[in-house]
């Protein structure tokens, strides 16, 4: 395949004449050509916000009790009454000191941008380019570009045109797709009164949505030789998406059932801080063999069937398990997508892209973990933990049980199958470099040797908040999980090149070290703090987009703070910042483009004839 991958990131200037546009990273904003566009569009979200708070407590309701962040959807074509007079004459006030106070006119264009000439070139020819294909690649190693014929050829190849997926013709697959949405909303109207209000609301709400075909692309996996593409399907907007986002939010209340969840690397780090080794225990890892893929169907709702039995004591009452159960079944058989002007269904395992899939394989494996790992292996295993399909555990032998038998016991679970790291002292899990001195466990940072360290440029559209958001998180989790200071101090140094490599000065540096550095000695009390600012009903909005020339946040404090405040119902403002568009809305997109005579239908015409293939194993 003719692959490109820009990784010039190490020197922000094109050097040469050349363009580092896509060396940049997909991250990279461009500065819009008008400052404040939308003024307008963030003062009609404001003055919604406030008739409706102002409608809430006129009927005397409160949001609290109906509100599911996860299952919220706005209701359409509903308006709160309008504001009082005084309330209404505030807002207006606040809108014309906006404007007043923006640096630029509305109207007015000007000459200011983040790219250079060239790259500008660059990015309208990519854009418009056909021949190509632009997507991110697997393990966050930056931007590729890909030959758009071979890409598709290759995805056919790999993926497609094998046993896990099934070719199908358009009416074929809108028939289905037809079929999965009425035969989830029967099954909604069949148990809806086993379900709370707020979800109700959710399902009946985003029915009158638009709803589009999941679409199935690759991502190429450049670590790989030769280069591979990663399946991965986007859901996004489906009809199926909203139940499988009803069962994920369903699922983390089953999460307590499974012992071996671990929800990131810092959640390790506690776990293994304090624990006491006895002399010969060793490390290992695991990661499985495209475990979606792999966890069938039938497999996977017997266990969830054997888990509501078994653990029926530990479940609520109120959960819904017969339409759990039966969504599960639909949502898992019934994932169609598109690929270019193709159609397909995936006939095995875990229906990808959707919304519930992680959480699924965490608790259908977790429950083999349980009954069958855990219980036999509870001597050997001093810790053991899980990250979706990567497990790390720390092994001792004894007298009646076996490395052998544990590996084989992993594997006994359908068609899943692990590749299991040998017994060590020293082993790499998630971010982390793990390794025993002295029976206690160390931990440093790993990076993997291909990271690009594609950090924002101090050029791109971006408020300052997310480069001192960006070294303060970073500090924080080098501190947390550096055992010895020098690694600790090594990493930092490593970080500090890398943002001055990306043209950041170091002299901007240096202020957010400090204060990250403060944080980490106060860090008890800011976690005090952050909790008495967890954002409530009675926080107001504003939504703003950012531009470098545009109106600072603090002057738009002060002007709510001068005019609004007090007359809205709230008891604080919050100014959420949104981003321009950056390199990856312009430049990557899902669907393929037509070319006549060399659509995607038309290359597997030419690679089931190469193969000699008949179109009935492929076609239905």
């Known amino acids: 395949m003719k692959l490109a991958v820009h990784n010039l990131c190490r020197n922000h200037q094109p050097p040469n004449g050349t363009t580092n546009l896509l060396g940049l990273g997909l991250k990279y904003c461009i500065v819009p050509p008008k400052a404040n566009p939308n003024i307008t569009n963030s003062m009609k979200k404001l003055a919604y916000k406030v008739r409706t708070k102002q409608y809430l407590l006129d009927n005397n309701t409160s949001t609290r009790n109906d509100y599911i962040p996860q299952l919220y959807i706005k209701l359409k074509n509903w308006n709160p009454p309008p504001a009082s007079l005084v309330t209404k004459e505030r807002m207006t006030h606040f809108e014309k000191r906006l404007r007043e ?7 007015q264009t000007y000459h200011f941008t983040s790219l250079t000439p060239l790259q500008k070139q660059t990015l309208h020819e990519f854009k418009q380019s056909k021949e190509f294909i632009i997507i991110p690649t697997d393990k966050n190693l930056g931007p590729a570009v890909l030959n758009r014929d071979d890409y598709i050829s290759q995805v056919l190849k790999e993926h497609l045109l094998t046993p896990t997926y099934l070719k199908l013709n358009s009416n074929t697959a809108s028939h289905r797709i037809l079929q999965t949405m009425n035969d989830l909303k029967n099954t909604f109207q069949n148990f809806r009164h086993l379900l709370t209000k707020p979800e109700i609301d959710f399902f009946t709400r985003s029915f009158k949505g638009s709803h589009r075909t999941p679409i199935f ?25 909203i ?20 929800k990131n690397s810092t959640e390790l780090i506690r776990g293994l801080r304090n624990l006491n080794l006895p002399r010969g225990a060793k490390l290992f890892t695991a990661d499985a063999t495209s475990m979606y893929t792999n966890i069938d169907t039938t497999t996977g709702l017997q266990t969830f069937n054997c888990l509501f039995d078994r653990y029926k004591d530990r479940i609520p009452n109120s959960f819904p398990k017969e339409f759990f159960l039966e969504t599960l079944r639909i949502v898992m058989n019934n994932n169609i997508f598109s690929f270019g002007d193709t159609y397909w269904q995936q006939l095995q395992g875990t229906a990808m892209g959707t919304p519930a899939a992680p959480l699924y394989s965490i608790i259908t494996y977790g429950y ?33 049980t076996t490395w052998e038998d544990f590996k084989e016991t992993l594997n006994q679970f359908g068609q899943l199958r692990w590749n299991i790291e040998d017994r060590t002292t020293s082993t790499n899990f998630l971010d982390l470099h793990i390794s025993i001195n002295n029976d206690k466990i160390e931990t440093k940072t790993f990076q993997k040797p291909l990271n690009l360290y594609l950090y924002i440029p101090p050029t791109s559209a971006h408020p300052s908040s997310c480069f001192k958001g960006l070294i303060t998180g970073e500090i924080i989790r080098y501190w947390s999980q550096n055992t010895k200071t020098q690694d600790f101090i090594h990493i ?49 909005y504003i939504h703003w987009q950012y531009h470098p020339l545009d109106i600072k946040k603090l002057v738009i404090h002060e002007l709510y703070n001068s005019t609004l405040k007090g ?25 393929i483009p037509n070319l006549p005579g060399r659509n995607t239908s038309d290359i597997l015409d030419n690679i089931t004839k190469d193969q000699d293939l008949q179109p009935s194993n492929h076609l239905h």
């Open 101 to 107: 106070a923006s640096n630029i006119n509305n109207s």
């Open 368 to 400: 083999h973990e349980n009954t069958q790992i855990l219980n036999t292996y509870q001597r050997n295993l001093i810790y053991y933990k899980r990250y979706i399909d990567d497990i790390f555990g720390v092994w001792i032998d004894s007298p009646n």
């Open 492 to 540: 930092t140094q490593l970080f500090i090149q890398r943002l001055i490599q990306r043209g950041h000065r170091i002299t901007d540096i240096i202020p957010i070290l400090r204060s990250a550095a403060a944080t980490i000695d106060n860090i008890q009390g800011d976690r005090q703090r952050t909790q008495s600012k967890i954002p409530t009903e009675d926080t107001l």
């Open 217 to 241: 692309y690759g991502m190429p996996k450049v670590h790989k030789t030769p280069m591979q593409l990663r399946p991965v399907v986007s859901c996004v907007n489906s009809f199926p998406s």
């Open 567 to 591: 007359h809205d119902n709230f008891q604080k403002m919050l100014i959420a910042m949104s981003r321009p568009p950056n390199l990856r809305d312009i430049l990557c997109r899902t669907n």
């Open 243 to 262: 139940f499988s986002s009803w069962l994920d939010f369903r699922m983390k209340e089953l999460l307590h059932l499974i012992p071996s969840y671990i």
